[in-house]
């Protein structure tokens, strides 16, 4: 037998922290989660990383059945539900009916991940925005955050925010922007979350707005299994590996990881509404 490729290990478990931190955006099924014990085994992971909380996000119709049925399986975990903007190609009424009665349910925290995606052709610039209005709408209607996918879309995803009139809570998921756009979204009063890119040495611009956004708008995540955090990338990610994350950008911003554990821990509260149901 050959050696196993190291790329596709997941990272060490790091030392726990000692303040417990949530992770703002995760696919525990894409991470490979299926059943309510594989869902248990890896949120017990992330807590013994000092990761207690999660919100697991699904990005089609099917997905988001699945990531409400798991927030009620495991007090630890919480749902968002939109259909992917790369997936609005089709986006019918059946689809807006599920959807509606799934962002219903009190284990789903917020609408998401919907907004516009122009770096892959899966879906024409039209339907995603007709369904990303939709979507704001939806947020607005039920009181619930509106999360954000944003790949080089920043303006139209602006201007359609300012269009529409944007939900009382906007969430930048996997935040994207330099500094300059950084400061846009924060003197619109929108929270911007950061991945594991975040982290990743060649990301200057990104990295500036890190250093930079108030502590009150700041959330943390893995958006795993994708964008594993410095020095893993490339590897799997789960949700305990957001503890990297925040290691990082503590050590940029010169804060203890403590504190920016407690202050975006604080955040995704009161986005969130964690522990108000």
Known sequence: MGKKDKR????PVPEALAAAAVDAHTHLDACGAKTAEDVREMLDRAQSAGVGRVVTVADDIDSARWAVEAATWDDRVFAA???????????????????EELAAHPRVVAIGETGLDYYWDYSPPEPQQEAFRWHIDLAKRIGKPLMIHDREA?????????????PEKVVFHCFSGDAEFAKSCVD????????????FRNAKGLRAAAETVPLEQMLVETDAPFLTPHPFRGRPNQPYCVNYTLRDLAELRG???????????????RVFGLGQG
């Open 188 to 199: 619109e009063g929108y929270v911007l979350s950061f991945a594991g890119t975040a982290t």
């Open 255 to 269: 804060v203890n990881v403590d504190e920016l554990a407690v202050a975006t821990t604080a955040t995704a509260e």
């Open 8 to 11: 596709q290990e997941l990272p």
């Open 81 to 99: 539900v939109s259909l992917h903007p790369t997936r609005t190609k089709d986006f019918g009424d059946d689809d807006r009916a599920t959807l």
């Open 154 to 166: 920043h303006d139209d995803i602006l201007r359609i925010l300012d269009e529409e009139g944007a």
